[in-house]
């Protein structure tokens, strides 16, 4: 990767002959984690939340401490700087001095693009908002290439909540760029996909619908995606207990789908996946999470220049 794209802030920063390497590498490192127990040896993430989480924080610390580094960083606002009115700005340019890659998730739309421009040390947005979220989809990648053996010629379903939830918005960027992909978004009115995401599709010439139920569609899909309801996005509660439960995935919808579909959640589920389709083989969203700490591990490798010295 080049100087210019040391940052991941959209997953559009990455060539898509980056992005191919670093799945590539993330592959590798799945078959073998010991050989890469020492490439990050001396060096330090810093981990800066401030809005939730549990997987992508820990999968980012977990890929680190797999790799031999060390990991620093707090996972609320109220437990750094932020609580008593510190900038985004001043935080990351600060924690710059302290670690040689920082990963970071706010709630402010924009935060870690603002952020990166105060530092010379690889930002990785984890989440802004309900804008974008990079390494989701970087982590979805990795289980569709996985357990499908490829990245295009799909059709990719997407429930839920496309309105506010981030990990869709990246993940429809980046799957429009590979031939036959066809998208059907699937989610009531109110919670449609933004206009942005609607022209990247149209921009991408992929073939592209909404439906509002997903019985529709069941048996056309190769991907579904299902999200939860993002409520911390909401502006009133009545809405969100009115729309929370509109998608219940469970055995008997699965009935028509395909025999190979890969189910798929960013996690956390709340009601929307029913407990008992995660016996059904095609259930792959665990799976996912543990392509999580692997694609990350991935990522820092490359953000910090070091792929290359595996490779010697
Ligand atoms: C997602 C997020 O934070 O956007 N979770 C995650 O990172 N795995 C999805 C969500 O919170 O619904």
């Not at 040689?100 to 421009?117: F, L, N």
């Not at 996985?146 to 909540?161: A, H, N, P, Q, Y």
């Not at 056309?220 to 995606?225: E, H, I, M």
Request: aromatic share 6%; with cysteine; proline share 4%.
């Amino acid at each position: 990767m080049n100087k210019k794209t040391r940052n991941l802030i959209s997953i559009r920063d990455i060539t898509r002959k980056d992005l191919e390497e670093m799945l590539a590498l993330g592959q590798r490192i799945m078959e073998c984690p010991g050989e890469y127990k020492d490439v990050c040896r001396g060096k330090k993430l810093a981990t800066l939340f401030f809005e939730s989480s549990t997987r992508t924080r820990l999968s980012f610390e977990a890929a680190m401490i797999e790799l031999g580094g060390n990991v620093l960083g707090f996972s609320s606002a109220d437990s750094s700087s932020a609580a008593k009115g510190e900038s985004v700005s001043d935080t990351v340019r600060t924690v710059s001095f302290y670690a040689d890659i920082i990963a970071m998730r706010h709630p402010k739309e924009g935060a870690p693009k603002a952020a990166c421009t105060r530092t010379e040390v690889p930002v990785i947005n984890a989440g802004d908002g309900g804008h974008f979220h990079p390494t989701q989809t970087l982590t979805d990648l990795l289980t569709i290439k996985t357990e499908k053996g490829r990245l295009g010629s799909m059709v990719i379903g997407l429930c839920g909540d496309l309105c506010f939830g981030r990990t869709v918005h990246s993940l429809i960027e980046a799957m429009s760029e590979y031939p036959g992909n066809e998208f059907i978004l699937i989610s009531p009115e109110e919670l449609r996909a933004p206009d942005y995401i609607r022209m990247i599709l149209d921009k991408s010439g992929c073939s592209w619908r909404e439906v509002r139920k997903m019985e529709e569609v069941m048996e056309d899909l190769d991907v579904l995606y299902m999200t939860r309801v993002q409520r911390e996005r909401f502006f009133n509660e009545e809405d969100y207990a009115r729309l929370k439960d509109t998608y219940i995935l469970d055995a008997e919808k699965l009935i028509p789908a395909k025999p190979d579909l890969c189910i798929m959640h960013p996690l956390p589920r709340v009601n929307e996946i029913s407990v008992v389709v995660d016996d059904d083989p095609r259930a792959c969203y665990f799976r996912q999470a543990l392509c999580g700490k692997y694609i990350r591990m991935a990522l820092i490798m490359t953000l910090l220049g070091l792929e290359k010295e595996m490779r010697r």
